[in-house]
């Protein structure tokens, strides 16, 4: 009996250890498992946070481009009114030129002819002058007589 009990005490023991290797690898199983699901959250976080970062980036250059575009059509409409103004500065600058030399044409023409008809005036004056000095002259001498 002894050697009976023996090999029942050694069989326990053996169903023992084969539970406690079972638990054990039931432990490790579950360890495993639950790092393998650990690692696939944070692989999956990780992918998340990529293509979010893709997302962000293609959105920043996007928003680079388009104020790009902005700031390039912002300065040909400022280099186009800069021209018009500057176009429109040269024609008002040569306008005042050209009204400076009619006004001095016009002055000079009209200093002219006011030269000229002052000129035929005296010349008249003078010729009245004479005029009437002949006739007052005239009419002493046929007064005298």
């Known amino acids: 009996m002894l050697r009976h009990e023996k090999e029942e005490q050694k069989h326990r023991e053996e169903m023992a250890e084969r539970k406690r290797t079972e638990k054990t690898e ?6 495993e498992k639950q790092l393998k699901e650990k690692e696939e959250r944070i692989n999956k976080e990780r992918e998340e946070r990529k293509e979010e970062q893709k997302r962000w980036k293609k959105m920043e250059e996007t928003l680079r481009q388009d104020c790009r575009r902005k700031l390039e ?5 400022v280099q186009s009114e ?8 040269k024609k008002l600058e040569l306008y005042r030129k050209e009204m400076k030399r009619d006004r001095e044409t016009w002055d000079k023409e009209k200093n002219d002819m006011w030269e000229r008809t002052n000129q035929e005036l005296k010349c008249l004056l003078e010729e009245e002058k004479s005029s009437y000095r002949k006739l007052h002259d005239e009419y002493y001498r046929k007064r005298r007589k």
């Not at 039931?26 to 360890?31: A, D, I």
């Not at 059509?73 to 409409?77: G, L, M, N, P, V």
């Not at 800069?82 to 500065?89: F, P, Y």
């Open 82 to 89: 800069r021209e018009l103004r500057e176009n429109a500065e």
């Open 73 to 77: 059509a912002s300065e040909k409409i």
């Open 26 to 31: 039931q432990e490790r199983r579950l360890r």
